[in-house]
């Protein structure tokens, strides 16, 4: 059964950097486009960025056009999202999710297959 899991959230200052990570334990990630969504407190889940299966396409939110970059590791079964140049208003839970296509045709919660738990991702002085 698919899941997928992420890691790598954490406590870091305005400007620094974080890497996310998200497995799928026993389940090969690359049938899937993998999606990150993000959801500050107080606010709807948003979709951050996709990467589509094989090398396909790859598409941001514009909050994160130029900071975040979204790659695969297929060796490794893993999608990470790398974040650079993070402000206070990225602070959120972020989490992995599987997409029912494999494509990046869009980034909303209704092209979601499987949800992992979330990372938290606090951005503070």
Known sequence: QLQVVESGGGLVQPGG???LSCVGPGYTLDYHAIGWFRQAPGK????????????????HAESVKGRFTISR???KNTVFLQMNSLKPEDTGIYFCAAL???KCFYLTEDAVDVWGKGTQVTVSP
């Open 100 to 102: 029912k296509f494999g």
């Open 17 to 19: 950097s974080l890497r």
């Open 44 to 59: 709807e889940r948003e979709g951050v960025s996709c990467i589509s299966s094989g090398t396909g396409n790859i598409i």
């Open 73 to 75: 590791d297929n060796a």
